[in-house]
């Protein structure tokens, strides 16, 4: 006759893992050997899992943002160098992709590019003006 396997959980293994580190008695049988490969495999998992984000397809709707935001930029470097900038509006009259979307979107669309560094933002009397950066 063969033996039935018993299957430890996640749970107890690492309850094992934690008596090993106090001193106390190991219950479902995990030595050090174990622990380790235990530990390892998790790490591994983490590693995947973190390294995964960064390559995440992107939704229509993103491509779409992204593409647009590439307008913006393109409209941007036309400035002049001592010109202080230009408001959500003025960029949306300009860029004639975005005629169909509101200030809203485009204030987004430019909020993204300041926090991503590409565009810098100063206030003047009251309006936040936009231009490379």
Do not use: W
Request: net charge neutral.
């Amino acid at each position: 006759m063969s033996e039935k396997k018993v299957r430890i959980t996640k749970s107890q293994r690492f309850e094992d893992i934690k008596a090993l580190l106090t001193g106390e008695p190991v219950t479902y049988g995990t030595t050090v050997d174990i622990a380790v490969t235990v530990i390892d495999h998790e790490l591994e998992l983490l590693a995947k899992k973190n390294s995964s984000t960064g390559d995440k397809k992107l939704t229509p709707t993103q491509q779409e943002n992204e593409a647009l935001k590439e307008q913006i930029v393109e409209y941007l470097s036309t400035l002049p160098d001592d010109t202080d900038g230009v408001t959500c509006t003025e960029i949306l009259k300009s860029v004639p992709a975005l005629t169909d979307f509101s200030n809203q979107k485009v204030a987004a669309l430019v909020r993204q590019l300041k926090m991503a560094g590409r565009v810098v933002a100063t206030e003047k009397k009251g309006k936040s003006l936009f231009r490379m950066a």
